[in-house]
């Protein structure tokens, strides 16, 4: 029996002697299937592809975790230290016995979610790693767990899986689509861990809200502002997206983005060069 993780989309699917047919996330309008088709990994090949997990200190109290060479969509893992034990969000798709070392010499892990289905990599897999750590998965995208597990906790709206770290529902790509607050991050002036819920642009001074970004599929005008409003019930100062850093000013960024992307769906923007 295999556990096979998604080449596409990392995420882990049920042990079976052989493949499923296709993975139910990424046959959804908000993923896709490469033109080669569905393609399927295996811890043991990544291994012997020389699949290795990179840590590196990204802050005072948060690590980074990146495969290298990129599984899935590549997203680095976080984790973040707290008095209380850590938090692995966005678990990269892929572990071995030196990653585990490396993460137990930094405490261990005590607690694991994602901001949607997409960035779940191997969290059963890590959960198992680290004596049943639970797995915080949102109830209103209950129907895209693709392995199940007892660690697994559904809940909505907001809770804390750690004292100082709270999940926040924001909606938009996702309907459970999440955002993490840390409080104690950036000099006590708070971090938010967006993923794709609000996604960093490439200029790290913008951000932008869809329901699927790989095949361009905007939000309502309703949505986004329900995903700021949730993001501001909290202060921060930090955005760590999927891929990218901003560094200050992020709560800024967020409302005047959401302003920007706004204006151009009700076409009240100009392009300053249109005749």
Known sequence: M??????????????????????AICVDERQYVPATGQEWATSERLRDAGTRIVVEELEPGVHGLSAVPEVGIGQRGLLVHTSAGNLLWEPPPYLDDETIAAVRRLGGVHAISSSHPHLVGASVSWSHAFDGAPIWWAEADRRWVQRLDPAIRFWS???EPLPGVRLVQCGGHFAGSGVAHWAAGADGRGVLLAGDTIAIGADRASVSFMRSYVNLLPLPERTVRRIVDAAAAHSYDRMYGAFRLIDAGASEVVTRSAERFIGWMRDEIRDPDEA
């Open 2 to 23: 295999t556990i096979w993780i998604c080449s596409t989309c990392g995420a882990e699917h049920p042990d079976s002697a052989a493949p499923p047919a296709q993975c």
């Open 157 to 159: 709206g907001e809770v």
